[in-house]
């Protein structure tokens, strides 16, 4: 099993910044890729960003230039940075980690999920 340990939500005003992390653990042999969706009340998961083993990136074009994602390879941990929030960014935002064990079996594993609010 992979667990995904995540921190950094909150209340924020619009044009505020929050730096969400999340630390992958467990029977990890190499994490392929790495990256954060989000859920807004009443709409479906969405795709945010991501990011894979090599560092390349993907984004939401409603987050693009606003927010960025790094990773930690060493800490299997994974971030983002999210620049001049807007109130349309509240949803709850959860990890994603693409993982391969030890027998090279795929696992697609998911945080709990933590609060992101933009509101003044």
């Known amino acids: 099993q992979v667990q995904l340990v995540e921190s950094g939500g909150g209340l924020v005003q619009p044009g505020g910044s929050l730096r969400l992390s999340c630390a992958a653990s467990g029977r990890i042999f190499r994490v392929v890729a790495m990256g954060w969706y989000r859920q807004a009340p009443g709409k479906q998961r969405e795709l945010v960003a991501t990011?894979?083993?090599?560092?390349?990136?993907n984004f939401a074009d409603s987050v693009k230039g606003r927010f960025t994602i790094s990773r930690d390879n060493a800490k299997n941990t994974v971030y983002l940075q999210m620049n001049s929030l807007k109130p349309e960014d509240t949803a709850v935002y959860y990890c994603?980690?693409?993982?391969?064990?030890?027998?090279?079996?795929?696992?697609?594993?998911w945080g709990q999920g933590t609060q992101v609010t933009v509101s003044s």
């Open positions: 994603n980690v693409i993982s391969l064990s030890s027998t090279l079996t795929r696992r697609d594993s």
């Open positions: 990011i894979t083993n090599s560092g390349g990136t």
